[in-house]
């Protein structure tokens, strides 16, 4: 289920975006396409070693917290796999029985899901519940409607409407599930949107707590102890839940 770039405009347009979303959305793509191969070191090279299992940790404490032994989840814009896989080791370390599913775009990093034996969705964030559908229907596999846990990491400023992603995420939760994710703090590194194609520069905790409560009944958002380096910048990162 590895589409083509001609399949991904397709894709879109039976999706609803309109040109312009679309083109801004493609151009993402090809960028992410580029560094697919060398992803894993990419996140180790914005991440010490310490940050990425601090991450982990916390993501996976977070699920715990839910006190099942059986969890269906699922993970937005996941790359390469980098954190999903962690995570799902970590979960089965804990001796959680777990099903990961993970959502991305990009054709490459999809490739390296499947690699990684981690069920990949070919979807657009602003839209699960949709790609869910149509990647059953399509691909003949057996995707849930529902997840215990949505997670996403390093992701959400990259989404065009991140508000919309947030509803989209609430769309395939569990009325008991969790939604949690990590990403960067608000920063003023202007040229990130050409050099990594980053559509927002961050999000202040407000930010992020006024987008969630309207969507949300619980919110919390707070700073994590953990970094990114990009060359010799340094943006922290804040880790949300919502449920």
Known sequence: MIPSMSEVKEFLKKLGFDESSANELIEQIEYFEGEAPQRDDIVRDYLREECIET??????????????ENIKLLDIAAGSGFFTERVKRKLEERRVKVDVYALDITPSMLKRLKERKITPIWGVAEKIKESIKIANEYYNINVPEKFDAVISTLALHHFLKPEKVLESMKDVLKESGKVIIVDVLKHEHEEFKETLKDTHLGFTLEEVKEMGSKIFKEVKANYMDVYCEVGDIIVGLYKAVFA
Not at 55 to 67: P, R, Y
């Open 55 to 68: 991450i982990v940790d916390d993501i996976v404490e977070e699920i715990l917290k839910l006190n099942k």
